[in-house]
């Protein structure tokens, strides 16, 4: 590894032997907060935003950061603050864009299973479309606007058919999945909106799979989408926005995905093409907002060598870092302080009683207890999907911009997991 920069995470290196997040020294910040703790770099957030930006410059377009990727307030409110939009899928993520400054008139709200109660208070506030995922949820959406008085504005998620060749857990886009609208009926189920009248169609969405490292299921989800376009507008239902949703991936370990700029000015010459490029786009990236703009540090508990396996046992776990459990992910895993010592072959695990509970397999370390490590690519799903077991209080999270850093959740203590409780 070349220990002054870290391919794929252009805001952090070392300095000497001291790993910076844009001008903070990260083991000060594990000093100071304790571990683990996330790290987030707003630079790296804001670059990422900007390729995106770059790519659909001189373009009618509306970036909307999907909130699931990492729905801390502050992040929420670095992107408000950049002007974006925001797609939902819940009450709550509804609420923390309101709370962090975002605008309801900006949200778009995706997900199989919206239920009356949701719908209402996005109603309530004024969101921008809703993205249905069934024929029954339309009928239910048409209801709820009606009793209230309004019209809800609608677009039909459409399930492509494209395979996005990614880890089957998070393939949205094949006929197998509980996503979206088959193909097939895409057209009768715009007729059946268009009828309704607590809804207003305005558009059209797709979203086929996350953590995608290939172009060409992007080019062919346009095409796809384009055919329909075309179809829905030929029997009178004017389509005002084409949403291609998230899905572009990161580089976790050596991967290359296309970079947002150029793989966005390639789809819009295909949208150029065929006569859409002026259309009004909206995309849902999440991942690739955050992904590779956190770090979650932790310190080394225990070394534990042993005669099949070397195990190096540290305080951060699967509740903190719950996608090497549950995708067999990959996450970079460096020291704070590089020594000069030789490597050893660690797994990487938590203290959580589970042999799942590992954060990395057969990684060259050289550690000792006490020392610091930073698990790389950790600002999306890491956070949004901790969890409390085996007791575990969820980790502060400090944002870093320039030199300076922001404590922007605190830690959750014992009292805060329990007061939910009642004894019998
Ligand atoms: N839009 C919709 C409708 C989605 O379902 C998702 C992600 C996105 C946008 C954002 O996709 P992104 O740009 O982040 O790929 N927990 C998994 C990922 C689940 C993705 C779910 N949907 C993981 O840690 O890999």
């Not at 995309?283 to 540090?297: D, F, K, Q």
């Amino acid at each position: 590894m070349n220990l002054s920069n870290l391919p794929g995470h252009p805001h952090l290196a070392y300095r000497g032997n001291e790993l910076f997040l844009e001008d903070v020294a990260l083991s000060a910040l594990a000093k100071q907060h304790g571990t683990p703790l996330y790290v987030y770099s707003k630079g790296a957030m804001l670059a990422a935003l900007q390729s995106y930006q770059r790519g659909f410059s001189g373009r009618n377009t509306q970036i909307c950061y999907a909130v699931k990727a990492n729905s801390s307030l502050s992040v929420i409110q670095v992107f408000a603050q950049a002007g974006c939009g925001f797609d939902i899928v819940s009450g709550g993520e509804i609420e923390r864009v309101l709370a962090a400054g975002g605008q309801a008139d900006r949200i778009i709200f995706s997900g199989v299973g919206k239920t009356r109660s949701e719908m209402r208070r996005a109603l309530d506030v004024g969101i921008g479309c809703f993205n249905v995922e069934s024929e029954a949820e339309l009928e239910v959406l048409n209801e709820v606007a009606s009793a209230m008085g309004v019209r809800a504005p609608v677009s039909i998620r459409v399930n492509p058919n494209v395979d996005p060749k990614t880890h089957p857990y998070i393939s949205t886009g094949l006929k197998s999945s509980k996503f979206g609208i088959p193909h097939e009926q895409v057209l009768p189920t715009y007729q059946r909106a268009a009828a309704l009248n607590g809804l207003r169609v305005i558009g059209i969405d797709c979203h086929i799979g996350s953590q995608i490292t290939q172009e060409a299921p992007y080019l062919e989800a346009v095409e796809r989408m384009i055919d329909l376009v075309q179809a829905i507008e030929a029997v009178g239902i004017p389509i005002q926005h084409i949403d291609f949703g998230g899905g572009l991936g990161i580089n976790y370990n050596g991967e290359t995905p296309p970079d947002a700029e150029q793989l966005w000015k390639k789809l819009l010459a295909g949208l150029d093409a065929r006569g859409f490029g002026q259309r009004r786009l909206m995309i849902e990236p999440g991942r690739s907002l955050v992904g590779n703009a956190g770090v979650c540090l932790s310190e080394v508990l225990y070394l534990k060598p042993g005669a099949q396996k070397n195990f190096c046992i540290i305080d951060a776990a699967m509740n903190d870092l719950p996608r090497p459990a549950m995708y067999q992910a990959y996450h970079q895993i460096v020291p704070l302080q590089s020594r000069s010592a030789t490597p050893v072959t660690w797994d990487v695990v938590g203290p959580v009683c589970e042999s799942g509970d590992w954060i990395g397999h057969d990684r060259a370390l050289a550690v000792q207890a006490g020392d610091l490590l930073a698990v790389l690519s950790a600002g999306a799903f890491c956070m949004s999907m901790a969890s409390n077991y085996n007791a575990r209080g969820r980790a502060s999270e400090v944002l870093v911009t320039g030199a300076q850093a922001h404590l922007i959740r605190q830690r959750e203590t014992i009292a805060d997991q329990m007061r939910q409780e009642k004894l019998l």
